[in-house]
């Protein structure tokens, strides 16, 4: 393996669980056209889930983990995922952000999950995708009504505050009354951590070791019991709200306003499919002008809300438009961005979705978000207030000038092909207005970013 001697690197298929997308065979670069991967019936290919057993039982690899940081592409793809054979529909744009967040968070993670297409997937009875890593730790998982999610999740956030304050009291009571210079270290050390990112868990675990170890304590004894009973909560936990467009632009925005108002570090990811997807394929706030949908079956005329702006007038919310398929670098440091963020924060995620009709299937899914971006249907951005202290301005610009005319990305979809179909002039009509929104956006935030 590259960087690491000595290693080999390999992908292994369990052919048991797979839902038959074949996005894995059309994003395989292959060599000379020639793919490596390839569709066959599962009868045939069952031998190659013995590969995937051996596989998932080998040991953890140190090693490997030292030598590429786990917000990057490869650092992220080696560590297991915590969400895994979910039930959702073959080539879903949601479930690649969902597991992207496991694997960087996943250890440590509390999801509130809207109703929707996410909780269906997420939480279907009587099993779920989620699940642990080889130290026994996942997300903690639990799902609530579309209208009050982002009220449920803060009020996990809430709770793991009262929680983690507690243990800061005492945690500042060994370190008044040790004489100890090395504990005192420890427990500044923690304390230093516990207002910033998540990524660094260190001194956590050196607060827990110390504790746990047989050395001669010079604090009382009643402290040291109640810190260990306690250290499921040392650690700083990541909570995530997850939902669909239908939740965060529609029936729950009143209590998501609310929640990113209250300033609490919380992060919420949006799985933005442009409409209803679970309820039957209904227009939403989400959808843009032009796109059929049921109540806008000749195309809806008025166009989608903008939620990002909304959220970056508050000043001192963290905003990011990803779109996975376009540009896997920008959305893992979006993530990575939004958690270590400690304040509020937002990342709306582009997910092609059945309801769309993109031609070809489900198996271009991820070209399609990458169309979407290069022919500027979907802006590629960041904002982080982080950057007003360093004079620069909070919003960094992503996406380039479009690359491809904007109505070719339409009509790679039945949702607008549709009305082209039925209603040309009506098209022509809709999407030149859209065309000439997309511009304008494009326009205003290069304008903000410089």
Known sequence: MTGIPNLNFSITISAK???????????????????????????????????????????????????????????SQFKKPLLEFSGACAGCGETPYAKLATQLFGDRMYIANATGCSSIWGGSFPSSPYTTNQNGKGPAWQNSLFEDNAEFGYGMALAQKAQKLKIINLVKQIEETTKMPEIKNICSEYLATTSNSTENQTPSANLINYLESKTKKDIPEEITNELINKKNQISTKSVWMFGGDGWAYDIGFGGLDHVIASGENVNILIFDTEVYSNTGGQASKATPEGAVAQFASAGKTTPKKDLAAIAMTYGYVYVAQVALGADYNQCIKAFAEAESYNGPSIIIAYSPCINHGIKGGMKNSLLSAKQAVESGYWKLFRFDPRNKEKDKSPLHLDSKPASMPFKDFLLTEVRYSTLKNALPQKFDLLSAEAEKQSEEKYKNLLKLSE
């Open 17 to 75: 669980d797979c839902t038959g997308c074949a996005n894995c065979v059309a994003v395989c670069p292959g060599m000379k056209k020639n793919k490596a991967l390839e569709m066959n019936a599962a009868q045939k290919e069952l031998i190659v889930q013995e590969a995937f057993d051996y596989a998932v039982n080998l040991p953890l690899k140190p090693e490997v983990f030292q030598k590429f940081k786990e917000t990057t592409i490869k650092g």
